[in-house]
């Protein structure tokens, strides 16, 4: 079956624009997350979802980042403001469960390449 | 808060030679360990969990919860094991997922 989709795949924009990531998670997946991988480094946890509610949004840097999951499965991070050093690939992952073994495997998305110029 | 250290950014080694990722954990409470790796252009994708103990494409790692630490193995690396390698810790009853910072492996022919 289909993996997770995440679109755009690459995004240019200049700062101060708005941006908005879609992904689209594995079918029947209730747990999906978003991360943050800056050049170098590995990925860093943004927000999770269980279902439509944001169940942690810890890792959200400030309040310029929000995410949304209104029907409890595609979910948009959205960006305001854009700065230089959001300049990011922001990887998108689910899981069938958010915890119990083996049901909490997160697969991800090929991530979307954010470009603030 | 929990953090997880690669000390290597890159491993070089020739095919055949055996290959070793170090991966330490800071975490007070008891973790459950995976690696993740990213071959080149593809997405990242699990490798192996501690709580499964099995060995896949050739890899082990063994959770040592007294040195805090669990290595990735492989006693004779193929070409084909060339990617980024990244460990990963979920907290107990947790979700998401603390990563390392990464080790690339080139295996020269």
């Known amino acids: 079956g289909a993996g997770v989709s995440q679109t755009p795949s690459n995004k240019v924009t200049e700062k101060g624009k708005y941006v908005e990531l879609r992904c689209d998670p594995i079918?029947?997946?209730?747990?999906l997350y978003w991360y943050r991988q800056s050049l170098g480094q590995g990925p860093e946890f943004l927000i999770y979802?269980?279902?439509?509610?944001?169940?942690?949004d810890s890792g959200l840097p400030n309040d310029r980042f929000f995410a949304v999951r209104p029907e409890g499965s595609v979910s948009t991070l959205k960006i305001q403001r854009t700065e230089r050093g959001d300049s990011a690939v922001y990887l998108c992952?689910?899981?069938?469960?958010?915890?119990?073994?083996?049901?909490?495997?997160?697969?991800f998305g090929p991530g979307t390449r954010l470009t603030v110029l | 808060a929990q953090r997880v250290t690669q000390p290597e950014k890159l491993l070089s080694v020739f095919k055949g030679a055996p290959v070793e990722l170090k991966c330490n954990y800071s975490?007070?409470?008891?973790?459950?360990l995976f690696w993740y790796v990213q071959y080149s252009r593809q997405r990242l994708q699990l490798l192996l969990r501690?709580?499964s103990r099995e060995s896949i494409k050739g890899f082990t790692a063994d959770l040592n919860k007294g040195e805090t630490s669990f290595h990735l193995k492989k006693p004779f690396a193929q070409e084909e094991d060339s990617a980024m390698y990244y460990c990963?810790?979920?907290?107990?009853?947790?979700?998401?997922?603390?990563f390392g910072g990464g080790t690339r492996v080139l295996v020269k022919p």
């Open positions: 992952a689910s899981s069938l469960r958010a915890s119990g073994r083996y049901l909490n495997e997160q697969f």
């Open positions: 079918s029947g997946h209730t747990a």
């Open positions: 979802f269980q279902g439509t509610g944001a169940a942690d």
């Open positions: 975490y007070s409470g008891s973790p459950e």
């Open positions: 501690h709580i």
């Open positions: 990963a810790l979920l907290k107990a009853a947790g979700n998401k997922l603390t």
